[in-house]
């Protein structure tokens, strides 16, 4: 293989394999990567672990206004985006607003840095796959360890692609012929490898969503059950079916992927527990971060979303809208203990560390999966077992003396979802899930797109939480409207020059 300087984006984003430094199996390797060719990266056992662990490391430090940075599309940006896309939680300075008022065209940089960085990690896994095979043959690798780094790289290739369609497609429940996004899954590591590639264009969201359960169901057969919570491992496989199968509206396969981890993974006592305690039953796959090698003071989750007077910039609060919600209990644990104020607003207490910034960014945790088979239970119209499940996520973060939900709380069907897709937006605040709901469920119907935000850059006192001021709203948008996808990158267009792929319409 040939080392190539690339020179353009569409060429940058399917850069070259790249190798990590080699280290236990069990905790990602964080340090900077180096291009080396492949028959050098694939010559030895740990040589191949080391390229392995470049493709986490790609996905937690990537491609952003033109260097590597500020966690794309994983280390960071793919909570912030989502949380940002919503209304859930706000957006109190400059850094995020294009985000947060849905102003991106296809210049801006976080569309287009979530684009590039994801292709790069994506390629990066395609590279691994394909030299996987001409190191087992070698006997480089044994045919256990092939496995197992295989069904990492579908598991990496398969986040990634999703990823895209929640943020570059319309839903698969509204019209799964619509525009998907390029499924990538040749390598690009020479010159004349690079038109072939150009020519996988947007297939159909349908298409798209078939590949990826076609990644993750070959991934599941391949990995271990048990393994530390920062590699991929059978059950990482498992959570991310069930999402995927939940925005494809396949309730029974939801309720199947749950049955499979149930005894393996499990909720924790408290709601607190997984964010203190990462090694959890409730933790399935999280990226990891190290004090030399996170997404920085202008990335890091602790950084954006903690309290200043603890160290953080609080770039990102609590919305009021949530916290003065009538559904969200006000003795409940998760305002008490997973938040902190001061006289400015209410701030994520999710990740702590604002000086070393080593919180993980968490991807999977059991707990959606439980509350993804809720809400298929509920549309397959078994109430009982939709309500057991949520109350089991509830129940944890509530003292005693408040009451579970019984059938007698819903008068129908309607009501139970409407009480499941709450309890999401309570649990998964500032773990940037909101987004990805608001785009399923968009597409079915059941929202009208973007409901109202607090005005951005509004909220200046804790007035606005404990008190009855009223809150100043603004940035909704419709299902209907263009900007509810983000466009295509303009360069990747302009470069794809053997076959440009279609823009979003509108853009």
Same mark, same amino acid.
């Given at each position: ?8 984006? !569409? ?20 340090? +900077?990567?180096?291009?080396? +060719? ?6 030895? $056992? ?8 470049? &493709? ?38 400059? *850094? ?12 801006? $940089? ?24 001409? $190191? ?27 990823? @895209? ?5 319309? +839903? ?6 619509? /525009? ?8 690009? =590591?020479?010159?004349? @490898? ?23 169901? #070959?991934? #599941?057969?391949?990995? %271990?059950? #048990? ?12 959570? @991310? ?18 049955? !499979? ?10 709601? &607190?527990? +997984? ?11 999280? *990226? ?8 920085? &003071?202008?990335?890091?989750? %602790? ?34 203990? /997973?938040?902190?104020? =001061? ?6 207490? !999710? ?14 945790? *059991? ?7 809720? #809400? ?5 119209? =078994? ?9 089991? &996520? ?15 709380? *819903? $008068? ?81 267009? /302009? ?13």
């Amino acid at each position: 293989m040939r080392k190539i300087n690339f020179k353009n984006i !569409k060429l940058a984003i399917t850069a070259i394999a790249i190798m990590g430094v080699a280290s236990s199996c069990d905790v990602t390797d964080l340090s +900077p990567a180096n291009l080396i +060719p492949d028959e050098e990266a694939f010559g030895t $056992a740990a040589r191949v672990e080391s390229v392995v662990l470049g &493709v986490y490391e790609s996905a937690q430090a990537g491609f952003y206004l033109g260097v590597v940075q500020r966690g794309y599309p994983f280390g960071a940006a793919n909570v912030q985006q989502g949380d940002m896309r919503g209304e859930d939680m706000y957006n109190d300075q400059l *850094f995020y607003e294009i985000t947060y008022v849905a102003n991106h065209t296809p210049f801006s $940089a976080n569309n287009n840095g979530m684009w590039i960085s994801i292709y790069r990690m994506v390629n990066r896994a395609n590279i691994v796959l394909e030299n996987l095979e001409t $190191a087992l043959q070698a006997g480089v690798i044994n045919q256990q360890q092939r496995d197992v780094l295989r069904g990492e790289m579908l598991f990496m290739r398969a986040l990634g692609h999703h990823e @895209l369609l929640v943020h570059f497609a319309r +839903p698969y429940m509204d019209n799964p012929g619509s /525009l998907g996004v390029p499924y990538r899954t040749v390598a690009i =590591n020479d010159v004349p @490898l690079v038109a072939e590639n150009e020519a996988v264009g947007r297939t159909t969201v349908a298409d798209d969503y078939a590949q990826l359960l076609a990644d993750l169901n #070959e991934a #599941e057969g391949l990995l %271990p059950l #048990e393994r530390n919570f920062s590699r991929v491992r059978r059950g990482a496989v498992i959570g @991310l079916k069930s999402r995927v199968l939940l925005h494809m509206g396949n309730w029974q396969g939801v309720v199947d992927e749950l049955n !499979k981890l149930t005894g393996t993974y499990g909720l924790t006592d408290s709601p &607190v527990t +997984p964010f203190r305690n990462w090694n959890s039953p409730e933790n399935i796959f999280s *990226f990891v971060h190290t004090a030399e090698s996170n997404a920085g &003071v202008n990335g890091a989750l %602790p950084a954006m979303y903690g309290n200043p007077a603890r160290g953080a910039r609080g770039l990102v609060k609590v919305s009021p809208l949530i916290w003065r919600s009538e559904f969200w209990h006000p003795e409940d644990l998760r305002r008490s203990e /997973l938040t902190d104020r =001061n006289a400015g607003g209410i701030y994520s207490f !999710k990740y702590t560390d604002v000086v070393t910034r080593t919180d993980p960014n968490p991807i999977l945790r *059991f707990s959606e999966v439980v509350l993804n088979a809720a #809400e298929a239970h509920a549309r397959l119209g =078994n109430s009982a077992q939709a309500i057991e499940l949520l109350n089991s &996520v509830r129940d944890r973060a509530l003292p005693a003396s408040i009451p579970s939900f019984t059938a007698g709380d *819903f $008068a129908n069907t309607d009501a139970l979802l409407t009480a499941i897709f709450n309890e999401r937006r309570i649990e998964f605040l500032a773990e940037g899930r909101r987004w990805a709901d608001i785009h399923r469920l968009s597409g079915e119907g059941l929202m009208d797109g973007i409901p109202l935000k607090a005005t951005s850059r509004s909220i200046t006192s804790l007035d606005f939480y404990t008190t009855d001021r009223e809150i100043p709203t603004d940035h909704a948008l419709p299902y209907t409207d263009t900007r509810f996808v983000w466009p295509i990158p303009q360069e990747e267009i /302009l470069n794809n020059s053997t076959a440009p792929i279609e823009q979003n319409p509108g853009y």
